[in-house]
C-alpha cells in the first residue's frame, strides 16, 4: 500500500500512515478499529521497505498494528527505523507497549506517543496491552532521551480525575490528544462535566487537542 495521505478522524498534525508491519495486533483491545478486517498473523512487508518516504512529512509508522508488541520481533523494528532514517521526516511511533521504545536507534525527528484511555483496569477492554500505570511509568522514563512525546486519551474511558491527572503530568507530554469510541463498543464513558474538567486540568501543564469524535459526549 506504501505511503498513504492521511485523511478521516486521525491526527491533524500528521500528514501520511505507513505500515510495513502488517496483521493482528497482539494487543487485542475490545474496541480496536482493525478488528473489523480480516487479518492475518502479523508479519514485515518486506514490499513497504521499497516505499519512497518523501522528505518533510509527518508520518505516522505504524498504524495499522502496534508495531512494538511483544509478538514484533526485535529485527523487524530495527529494519523499519533504519529505513526510515534514509528520509528526512518526522516520524509518530505509538504503541501501547512504550517500555520497548528505549531499545531501538530511532530517528531524531521522532515523537514517541502512547495510548492511556483511564487510570482504571479494564482487563476484559484492554486485552494483552500493558496496564495503563506500566505505560505511563516508561513514557515518563524516556524524558531522558530528548524526544518529543505524546498521550493519547483515545477512545476516553471513565476515569477518576485526580490520579489520572497526575498520571499525565508526570510523563510530561509535549501535548495530549482526547477522543472518543467511534464504533459503538458500549464503553464505559466519563460524562461532559467531566470531561471538561479534565480538559481544564491537562491546559495546566500541557496542550490538549480534541478530536472530532469527542463531540457526541460533549453536547
Same mark, same amino acid.
Given at each position: 500500500?506504501?505511503?498513504?495521505?492521511?485523511?478521516?478522524?486521525?491526527?491533524?498534525?500528521?500528514?501520511?500512515? $505507513?505500515?510495513?508491519?502488517?496483521?493482528?495486533?497482539?494487543?487485542?483491545?475490545?474496541?480496536?478499529?482493525?478488528?473489523? @478486517?480480516?487479518?492475518?498473523?502479523?508479519?514485515?512487508?518486506?514490499?513497504?521497505?521499497?516505499?519512497?518516504?518523501?522528505?518533510?512529512?509527518?508520518?505516522?509508522?505504524?498504524?495499522?498494528?502496534?508495531?512494538?508488541?511483544?509478538?514484533?520481533?526485535?529485527? $523487524?523494528?530495527?529494519?523499519?527505523?533504519?529505513?526510515?532514517?534514509?528520509?528526512?521526516?518526522?516520524?509518530?511511533?505509538?504503541?501501547?507497549?512504550?517500555?520497548? @521504545?528505549?531499545? @531501538?536507534?530511532?530517528?531524531?525527528?521522532?515523537?514517541?506517543?502512547?495510548?492511556?484511555?483511564?487510570?482504571?483496569?479494564?482487563?476484559?477492554?484492554?486485552?494483552?496491552?500493558?496496564?495503563?500505570?506500566?505505560?505511563?511509568?516508561?513514557?515518563?522514563?524516556?524524558?531522558?532521551?530528548?524526544?518529543?512525546?505524546?498521550?493519547?486519551?483515545?477512545?476516553?474511558?471513565?476515569?477518576?480525575?485526580?490520579? @489520572?491527572?497526575?498520571?499525565?503530568?508526570?510523563?510530561?507530554?509535549? $501535548?495530549?490528544?482526547?477522543?472518543?469510541?467511534?464504533?459503538?463498543?458500549?464503553?464505559?464513558?466519563?460524562?461532559?462535566?467531566?470531561?471538561?474538567?479534565?480538559?481544564?486540568?491537562?491546559?495546566?501543564?500541557?496542550?490538549?487537542?480534541?478530536?472530532?469524535?469527542?463531540?457526541?459526549?460533549?453536547?
Amino acid at each position: 500500500m506504501g505511503l498513504i495521505k492521511q485523511s478521516g478522524n486521525m491526527y491533524n498534525f500528521v500528514t501520511h500512515t $505507513w505500515n510495513p508491519v502488517k496483521g493482528k495486533c497482539w494487543h487485542n483491545c475490545s474496541y480496536c478499529y482493525m478488528k473489523r @478486517f480480516k487479518l492475518k498473523d502479523v508479519r514485515l512487508d518486506e514490499k513497504e521497505l521499497k516505499t519512497d518516504l518523501g522528505e518533510g512529512n509527518f508520518i505516522f509508522v505504524g498504524s495499522g498494528t502496534d508495531m512494538f508488541a511483544q509478538s514484533v520481533p526485535d529485527e $523487524w523494528i530495527v529494519r523499519v527505523m533504519t529505513y526510515c532514517k534514509m528520509y528526512y521526516n518526522q516520524y509518530l511511533f505509538q504503541s501501547k507497549n512504550p517500555g520497548r @521504545f528505549m531499545f @531501538f536507534d530511532k530517528p531524531e525527528n521522532s515523537v514517541l506517543g502512547t495510548t492511556i484511555e483511564t487510570n482504571r483496569l479494564y482487563e476484559d477492554i484492554i486485552g494483552m496491552s500493558p496496564h495503563v500505570s506500566q505505560r505511563a511509568y516508561y513514557m515518563t522514563s524516556l524524558k531522558r532521551y530528548g524526544f518529543k512525546r505524546m498521550v493519547t486519551i483515545e477512545p476516553i474511558l471513565d476515569f477518576d480525575l485526580s490520579e @489520572f491527572v497526575g498520571m499525565i503530568k508526570e510523563i510530561g507530554p509535549d $501535548w495530549v490528544n482526547i477522543g472518543a469510541d467511534s464504533k459503538g463498543h458500549g464503553l464505559p464513558e466519563p460524562d461532559r462535566f467531566k470531561i471538561a474538567q479534565l480538559i481544564n486540568s491537562l491546559k495546566e501543564f500541557t496542550t490538549v487537542n480534541l478530536k472530532s469524535n469527542l463531540w457526541r459526549l460533549m453536547d
